[in-house]
């Protein structure tokens, strides 16, 4: 899957350094990805435009990476699904059955409390 995404939406991103929301994106950009900052209350993180939506993206989305609170993700995985990204990624300490459910639903891979940071890490992907 890390081979295949090269566009990775970021939803909750915060142009904020201490967040681990800009360490996770700005490391994926380093790594070559393309970053898709996902927040309503920002215009622009690492250099990208920002949207407040999945919806207002304008490119294709190939995984969705989640920092959102657990109660907010199940309308993230309807959007995921319904832009047709291929990945619901919900991050370290974020865990729901109903956005599971509706991101397999819709087609999606979902992956929940795992970093992805620490996971491209760990296997060493380029």
């Not at 995985?77 to 991050?91: D, E, H, I, M, S």
């Amino acid at each position: 899957m890390f081979q295949r995404a090269r566009t990775i939406a970021v939803v909750g991103l915060s142009s904020k350094p201490y967040r681990d929301s800009y360490d996770v994106a700005r490391y994926l950009k380093r790594a070559g990805y393309r970053i898709i900052p996902v927040n309503p209350n920002e215009t622009e993180v690492l250099g990208e435009p920002a949207y407040p939506s999945l919806l207002d993206v304008p490119d294709p989305i190939d995984l969705v990476d989640v920092f959102r609170r657990a109660e907010n993700t199940p309308e993230v995985a309807r959007q995921a699904a319904q832009v047709g990204a291929k990945v619901l990624w919900l991050q370290l300490g974020i865990v729901n059955e109903d956005a599971r459910r509706i991101g397999h639903e819709g087609g999606l891979s979902v992956i929940m409390d795992v970093c992805l940071k620490i996971e491209h890490e760990r296997l060493g992907v380029r």
